[in-house]
Structures are given as structure tokens and as C-alpha cells.
């Protein structure tokens, strides 16, 4: 992966390998041995010192973050199989139980992740592919299952109709989540590490997942809001326990903005300075690891506004 913001105003470039690239808390962990390495930037060294950082916060976080998991999803699907009369349109069980399962896989793999940051990618190529896989397919099913309940009655009961909607939406979830599958893999820094991002920025692998996660974090809420405010039907169901599925959207929306931000400073649009040299890894990691607090606040806050 690119280790440097390029500077065309700068009299001379050095290869940082003190920075992430942006690859930050979903696994995207390429950090390197090197003390402070630097772009001259006004005659000013620009320090990024986010990987060590990173390195030292992240495998607590996610540990932390999947014991949380544990507990809010199992405590979400005792309340489904001890209460199921308590769940109806608009929250009905059949899609509370598929947002469990959403979030149940995506805190599953925050273990490897946590371990692959502290010691190493130690399970190969094969296995860093399918972790991001999985984890992002886990990000597009429930992103689908919000947007499908709040717009249709599909998921009031288990029946034919529910069930190839339901084959369908994790069928494409699945598909949309094979390009961060195809543009990762593992890289020999420090430690063996398994990266988001083994392809350059340009490659059409990586900006066709860069659109997806996009449309994922900010499109479909866009259009979601957009569609309640022109269409009156859409507000006539909408209650509380509703509101709360879109703590998803609101938990991803920061990190989808930070993508957008990266797209534009690797093509130019936005041209960095010194200042975002040091600081833009932060600002992003932080909107990641904003949103992989979904996996355990998603089913704390599904359970509070269905039984209190």
C-alpha cells in the first residue's frame, strides 16, 4: 500500500513508513519498524506517529468492544425466544433476529483482528481474505435489513415472501463484500499483517469497494431521509423502536466521510498539508472505531426500545 501523501509543491518526497495509509481499526494494520520517517513539507519534518499508537489502543478496543458484543446479543436473543409477542411491525422479530446475527458475525471476528494487531497475521492469506469478507458482508446485510424495514412490511412474518428476501438480501450482501475480500491480503512488515488495502489506490478493485462502502455509509441514509420527507407513507409507521435502527447508519456515517475525504486527497482534489499529514489517520481511525461500536450498542438499544 501507498506509505506517503504525495506533495507536488514539496522539493523532495521520502517514503513514510511510519503511517497506516489510512488503513486503520478493520484490520487495515500495516505498521513498520522504522523510527520517524518524514515528508518535507516547508522545510518542516511531518511526523505521523498513528501506527505505534494504534498498535497499542486497538487490540484492547476490540477485545473490550467483542466482550460487550457477546453480552448485548445474547441478551437480545433471550428477549426474542422469551418474549416473541413483544415484537411487531415495525420492529418485528424476524428482522431484529437477522440484525443479531449481523452483528453476532461482526464481533466474531474481532478476536482474530485483535490478535492479528498484536502479534502478527499468523493464519495466511486465505484467512485475512475471508475475515474481510465476512466482515464486511456482516456491514452490507445489516445496512440492507434497516433500509428494507423501514421501507417495507416484508419482515412482519417468516413466510415465503420473507424468506427470498432474506436469501436474497445476505446473497447480495455477500457480493457487494467480494471486492474487500479480492484487494486484501497479508504483507511483510515488522510482523506478517493482514491489510484492507494490498493493491494500489487506483486499482479498480479497490474503488469499486471504496463506492460500495459509500453507498453503504452515506448514499442509502441519504436517500432513506430523502424518501421519509418526499413520501408521507413512509412516516405514517415510524416510531421510536424504528428510530433506533439507524443507530447503525449513525454510528458509520463519520468513518463514510473519512473515506470520502481519503478518495479526495489521493486523486488531488484536496491537497494535503503537513497538518493533515499528522492528523488524518487519527480523525479516521476514530470514525471506524466509532462504528464498530455498533456490534454491541446495536442490540442494547434494539432490546431498550422494544421491552422498556
Not at 123 to 142: E, K, N
Not at 146 to 152: I, Q, Y
Not at 207 to 229: I, N, R
Amino acid at each position: 500500500p501507498d506509505a506517503h501523501w504525495s506533495c507536488p509543491q514539496s522539493p523532495s518526497l521520502l517514503e513514510s513508513q511510519n503511517t497506516l495509509d489510512l488503513e486503520e481499526i478493520m484490520g487495515n494494520f500495516s505498521y513498520y519498524d522504522s523510527n520517524d520517517t518524514f515528508l518535507e513539507y516547508d522545510a518542516a519534518p511531518c511526523h505521523n506517529q498513528y501506527c505505534p499508537f494504534f498498535q497499542h489502543v486497538a487490540p484492547p478496543f476490540l477485545a473490550v468492544t467483542c466482550a460487550a458484543a457477546a453480552l448485548a446479543t445474547g441478551a437480545l436473543l433471550v428477549a426474542l425466544a422469551k418474549r416473541p409477542h413483544a415484537w411487531g411491525w415495525p420492529l418485528s422479530r424476524v428482522l431484529v433476529a437477522q440484525l443479531g446475527v449481523g452483528t453476532g458475525l461482526f464481533a466474531a471476528l474481532l478476536p482474530a483482528v485483535a490478535l492479528g494487531i498484536g502479534q502478527g497475521w499468523r493464519l495466511g492469506t486465505g484467512l485475512c481474505r475471508l475475515t474481510h469478507l465476512l466482515w464486511h458482508c456482516s456491514l452490507f446485510a445489516q445496512g440492507l435489513l434497516v433500509a428494507s424495514g423501514f421501507c417495507s412490511s416484508a419482515w412482519c412474518r417468516w413466510d415465503p415472501r420473507s424468506r427470498r428476501l432474506a436469501v436474497a438480501l445476505w446473497a447480495g450482501a455477500l457480493l457487494l463484500a467480494t471486492p474487500a475480500a479480492l484487494t486484501s491480503g497479508t504483507v511483510v512488515a515488522q510482523e506478517v499483517t493482514c491489510v484492507r488495502r494490498s493493491v494500489g489506490v487506483h486499482s479498480p478493485g479497490y474503488l469499486l469497494h471504496l463506492s460500495l462502502c459509500l453507498c453503504l455509509f452515506l448514499l442509502l441514509p441519504a436517500a432513506l431521509l430523502v424518501a421519509t420527507l418526499a413520501v408521507p407513507r413512509l412516516r405514517v409507521p415510524w416510531e421510536p423502536a424504528l428510530g433506533v435502527t439507524w443507530l447503525f447508519f449513525g454510528l458509520w456515517v463519520p468513518y463514510g466521510v473519512g473515506l470520502a475525504v481519503e478518495l479526495l486527497l489521493h486523486t488531488h482534489v484536496l491537497q494535503p498539508t503537513c497538518g493533515t499529514f499528522q492528523h488524518f489517520d487519527y480523525a479516521l481511525g476514530l470514525g471506524e472505531g466509532l462504528g464498530v461500536l455498533h456490534c454491541c450498542l446495536g442490540p442494547l438499544a434494539l432490546l431498550g426500545a422494544r421491552l422498556c
